[in-house]
């Protein structure tokens, strides 16, 4: 969809926003939430001004939220994209304040206007660094290392790697392309993943997404994985919310000897309050403290020790610089969160990452389970586990419009219009629903 204007101002003003769903092959994988579908949506935002730069951005993608981003588009025509604050001040008072209870207890966030600003923000300053010929990350205040690392991010799964093959494998395939279909259900098979995965991309540190299980098969897994790799690749486990506080105690004592941190065990700030106090162990989250207007009562109970960023969900990368500092004046880390992204997201969160001061956490990142792209030169190297800051002014990464009109016509082909787990995970195992809190 596009939308367009003339406009005859000095200086670049915004001329048109280009908005394009997109469907992605993803492998079914398994969270607390259920499945993944065979295919995970995105949106591709253009931002042409009228100089005819391009800037592009990468969000998740849903039908409300691309809906939501068609009136966005209609509002900054004609802005100035280096006028960021105008844009969100419009934004804000014409979409209104999001409550924290919109983002929802699935594992992604389900709100709106976070999506919305940080998807414009991302294409203005990929705009702003090309008119000034600069990486984004020098609009972030400059680089402080040029490669940025990743952690190897393992799932429990079926067979299969999702789109047009659903749950069939390709019995040719080898090493990562052959774990990335294969079941991985129970510890030995866990290792396997973690092998090709890590052999694949070189990482040097391992997560597993958990709540799938019985805690005491995941646990089993994390013992399983530091018996095979060791003290020196650090381990983190992720249940997404959905242990009791008791379980969380129970299985942290038993993991403390072997992991750097445990993620989102149990749901609620005052919750992962109490575990963290009993345990005591660094406990990261991207589920219970999601928004500035839950940092004081995160500071006031210590809820976390390590907030897991994400730049859609935070409101963008000048967002995030904000919540670093915040970070650093109180004592906490900061790293980041991940999805089912493309290469566009990718070197956002490689520029945002390149500019974080005291980045001691390698970040997460579900890339190696995606096998589609939309940039040009195809899908960014990871080399001994970390990705080089793009080169090139903006994000340094330009859209492969064959790609992206093939990836579109996947959205319409599949029907999808929003992320459902539990419909996904009825499908494998009818009658199954997502619980907000399991074990």
Known sequence: MNISANNNNHGPRIKEVIITPIAIVDPPLLNAAGLHAPYALRTIVEIITDDNITGISEIPGNAAINEALESAGQMIIGKDPFQLNQIREKLTNSFGKEHISERGLTPWDQRKLVHIFSSIEVACLDIIGKVIERPVVDLLGGKLRDRVPFAAYLFYKPEGAGGKLEFKTDEHATGWAKARQASAVNPAEMVEQAKAMCKEFGFKSIKLKAGVYEPQVEIDTMFALHKEFGPDIPLRIDPNGVWEVETAIKYGRMLKPIIEYL?????????????????????????????????????????????????????????????????????????????????????????????????????????????????????????????????????????????????HQNYIDCGLTKRDDEIEMQKIEPGWKFKAVRW
């Open 263 to 407: 993620e989102d065990p149990v749901r609620g700030q005052e919750n992962m309050a109490i575990v963290g106090k009993e345990l005591q162990i660094p406990l990261a989250t991207n589920m219970c403290t999601t928004s500035f207007d839950d940092i004081p009562n995160s500071i006031k109970v210590h809820s976390e020790d390590i907030i897991l960023s994400d730049h859609h969900f935070w409101g963008g990368l000048h967002a995030s610089m904000g919540l670093a500092a915040i970070c650093e004046t109180f004592g906490r880390d900061l790293s980041m969160h991940s999805n089912s992204h493309l290469g566009i997201s990718l070197a956002a969160m490689v520029h945002l990452g390149a500019a974080l001061p005291n980045l001691r956490y390698a970040l997460d990142t579900h890339y190696p389970w995606q096998s589609d792209e939309v940039i040009i030169g195809g899908r960014l190297k990871f080399e001994d586990g970390a990705v080089k800051v793009p080169e090139g002014p903006g994000l340094g990464v330009e859209l492969d419009r064959e790609a992206l009109a093939a990836l």
